[in-house]
């Protein structure tokens, strides 16, 4: 055999084939093949030209057309599976007009209540939401939360039903999904790939804490930000997003949905702790590095102590560099944010700062930002 060719396991068929291992090989036709090379008749256009078989045991006699047939049931189960997941989501995806040039997609989480994208909802009032039967209704919006890129609307009608949540930690780097979307008209359509790459918290440009990063390798073209996220059981796993990783699709998953519908149907906003302070890193005086703990060069320098906030009325200064937050030595503001976003408004949070040549404790008790 031509050492040129090599099995396609790139293929996204690989895994069918794999199973029929070792008594089949499939190579890219890069060359003759020494052998029985069957030809690949029967098989899609966009594969006809990538596969060739191979009989490695002439026992088996495995029929050509034989191997075709399961290679097009296997296609054919997997199409159906799909198509029907998208027609089990579909009914509850709607199409929310809420912006002057395009709509965005939602669904219906709960009866009753749309969630869709922050920023498909340019205006607070005349919002219509196109349901899955055609039929448009009016809704108020509940509120929104931009670190997240989530928006919830309240609608008086119910489509066919909320769709089946589950959690987004059931998916793995590979699998096969759905993104589906609503159109201008109303049209149920949808964007097929895969997970290209799934993680654990993850902190987004706006600030945002999700449970989990969910990378999608899939066309999230216009107007499918704020649809869902289908898996191959058609079950919704997250909301699809083009507002959290400049333009790259990811998905805020059902846990952070939760989380942020509940508490904006509660207050109709998000309460977020704070402290109050503006910093930037500095390096530390080269006489004041011997009272730091060891190999720390740089801190903290406090640019800006709002007026009335958590940091003033804790006593910090302008000028204090701090250095230490929770026992745990800080170089960078977004180390800071990752301790005050992981607290709750109330808690006291733990500092220390140089100021005036010596180390200073200041206990910070969080406080909620002014809306």
């Excluded at 899609?44 to 078989?53: N, R, Y």
């Excluded at 939401?129 to 929104?144: D, H, N, T």
């Excluded at 004041?288 to 906030?309: D, F, I, T």
Aim: with cysteine; proline share 5%; net charge neutral.
């Amino acid at each position: 055999m031509n050492q040129s060719l090599r099995m396609a396991s790139s293929h996204p068929l690989h895994g069918f084939f794999h199973s029929l291992r070792p008594h089949v090989i499939f190579l890219l036709l890069e060359d003759t093949v020494e052998g029985c090379p069957v030809k690949p008749s029967g098989v899609p256009s966009h594969l006809a030209d990538a596969l060739s078989v191979v009989i490695l045991d002439p026992a088996l006699r495995v029929q050509e057309r034989g191997l075709l047939d399961m290679g097009n049931s296997a296609l054919e189960t997997i199409s159906n599976e799909f198509a029907s997941a998208a027609e089990k989501v579909g009914n509850s995806v709607v199409a929310v007009h809420a912006r002057r040039w395009m709509p965005t997609s939602g669904i219906e989480w709960k009866k009753g209540v749309i969630v869709t994208v922050d920023h498909g909802v340019q205006r607070d009032e005349d919002i219509k939401v196109l349901l899955g039967g055609g039929r448009a209704v009016s809704a108020k919006l509940a509120g929104r939360d931009p670190s997240t890129d989530i928006a919830v609307l309240r609608i008086e009608e119910e489509s066919s039903g909320p769709p089946q949540l589950v959690d987004s930690t059931s998916l793995r780097l590979g699998h096969l999904v759905l993104a589906l979307g609503r159109t201008r008209r109303g049209d149920l359509v949808a964007s097929s790939g895969i997970i290209g790459g799934v993680s654990g918290e993850w902190r987004n440009r706006r600030g945002g804490q999700l449970d989990q990063h969910i990378r999608l390798d899939l066309a999230l073209y216009p107007g499918f930000s704020g649809g869902p996220l289908v898996n191959a059981r058609g079950e919704v796993v997250g909301i699809n997003t083009r507002g959290l990783a400049h333009g790259r699709a990811v998905t805020v998953p059902v846990a952070t949905v939760n989380h942020v519908v509940d508490e904006l149907l509660e207050k109709g906003h998000i309460a977020r702790p704070y402290l109050g302070i503006a910093m930037q890193p500095v390096e530390v005086p080269e006489n004041m590095r011997s009272k730091l703990p060891a190999q720390m060069r740089v801190g903290l320098l406090v640019m800006h102590v709002e007026k009335g906030g958590p940091a003033e009325k804790a006593g910090v200064l302008l000028g204090d560099v701090l250095f230490e937050v929770g026992g745990e030595t800080v170089e960078r503001v977004d180390a800071i944010q990752d301790s005050v976003a992981s607290a709750k408004i109330g808690d006291a949070l733990q500092i220390r700062v140089i100021r005036a040549g010596e180390i200073k404790l200041v206990s910070i008790n969080l406080g909620e930002r002014a809306r």
